[in-house]
């Protein structure tokens, strides 16, 4: 399993109602259609920040999906939720599971 954590802050004007819509469609239109795509969640911080943890089946679908970006449906409402200069990403990949 291959995670892309992706912390960002909303841009003003943005709610977090809007942020969930357009995260919906994205979903629906695009990423669940991607191969590997396990799923998607969005957490907020304590300090009014999100952070998103994108779930897929190998590094490689991924990586894929993220050249695919170009071809999003309304790419452009997405990004628009996104405080300039806030976004940053770390990819993980699981070694170990303990339950």
């Not at 191969?35 to 911080?45: C, N, S």
């Not at 009014?48 to 170009?70: H, L, N, P, Q």
């Not at 628009?80 to 699981?94: N, V």
Request: glycine content about 6%; charged content about 25%.
């Amino acid at each position: 399993m291959y995670k892309d954590i992706i912390t960002y802050e909303l841009a003003d004007g943005v709610t977090e109602a809007h942020l969930l819509s357009v995260a919906a469609d994205i979903i629906k239109n695009w990423m669940s259609q991607q191969p590997g795509f396990v799923k998607w969640e969005i957490h907020k911080t304590e300090e009014g920040g999100y952070s998103d943890i994108v779930y897929w089946k190998t590094r490689d679908d991924a990586k894929k999906a993220e050249a695919e970006m170009v071809n999003i449906p309304n790419a452009n409402d997405w990004f628009a939720c996104y405080k300039e200069g806030s976004i940053s990403s770390k990819h993980l990949f699981r070694v170990g599971t303990f339950e």
